[in-house]
């Protein structure tokens, strides 16, 4: 049983570009989350995604956006990107949000902005 | 707001010591409480949880954490450290199981042989 997968592992851009990640999720969850980890610091949450829809948004600029298919993938969008969005970017999935589930993460993309 | 602070960056123990690292949040109630650990070039992995009960939670590879509400805190600890133990350490809390997670700076424990 494959856990949650993303990629790429590694992404370089250069700033005013545009960047999509993709993550999928481990097998029989709905649920996927997004999370930025700049170096040295905790990942900071950045949305949701349920049934297709945004659920929650954590307080990041419109410039991040998200999407979710059918399937339950995932992608994470950053436009106009800047030196400081440079960070590993992790996905996460669970089953709805009963008490008794848990959340796995992939292992990231890590993203250099120059 | 909710937030979590991890007053210790970075603690180095000897392999077989006793492990308290500390974890003190900021909410309105009573939240769910994470302990994540991140070994280098993987993934966050659940180590135990806490919503509601026994404010004594056991968790995987031997840990346990206490929610002490008085103190706004949720310490973990380890009677026995191993020198696979050496990784970084996140508390997280969050309104809701699994959803919008607030997560602390993160404890970086080193194992001394």
């Known amino acids: 049983d494959a856990g949650v997968t993303q990629s790429p592992t590694h992404l370089i851009k250069t700033r005013g570009q545009q960047v999509t990640l993709r993550c999928s999720p481990k097998?029989?969850?709905?649920?996927v989350s997004w999370y930025q980890q700049a170096l040295g610091q905790g990942p900071q949450f950045i949305f949701q995604?349920?049934?297709?829809?945004?659920?929650q948004r954590g307080n990041f600029p419109d410039r991040f956006s998200g999407h979710q298919f059918p399937n339950y993938s995932s992608e994470l969008n950053v436009n106009a990107l800047l030196l400081g969005d440079s960070a590993l970017y992790l996905c996460?999935?669970?089953f709805g949000q009963g008490e008794g589930e848990t959340q796995y993460f992939g292992p990231g993309t890590r993203l250099l902005v120059l | 707001a909710q937030s979590v602070t991890q007053p210790d960056i970075h603690i180095t123990v000897s392999e077989g010591a006793s492990l308290e690292l500390r974890c003190n949040y900021s909410?309105?109630?009573?939240?769910?409480l994470f302990w994540y650990v991140q070994s280098p070039g993987q993934g966050l992995q659940l180590l135990l949880k806490?919503?509601?009960?026994?404010?004594l939670v056991q968790g995987i590879k031997g840990f346990e954490a206490e929610f002490k509400r008085s103190q706004s805190s949720f310490n973990l600890r380890k009677p026995s450290v191993h020198w696979s133990d050496a990784a970084e350490y996140f508390c997280?809390?969050?309104?809701?199981?699994?959803?919008?997670?607030?997560f602390g700076a993160g404890t970086r424990l080193t194992v001394k042989p």
């Open positions: 995604y349920y049934e297709e829809e945004e659920r």
């Open positions: 806490y919503f509601s009960g026994d404010t």
């Open positions: 996460a999935s669970t």
């Open positions: 909410y309105g109630a009573t939240p769910y």
């Open positions: 997280a809390v969050a309104p809701y199981n699994n959803n919008d997670m607030r």
């Open positions: 097998s029989g969850h709905d649920t």
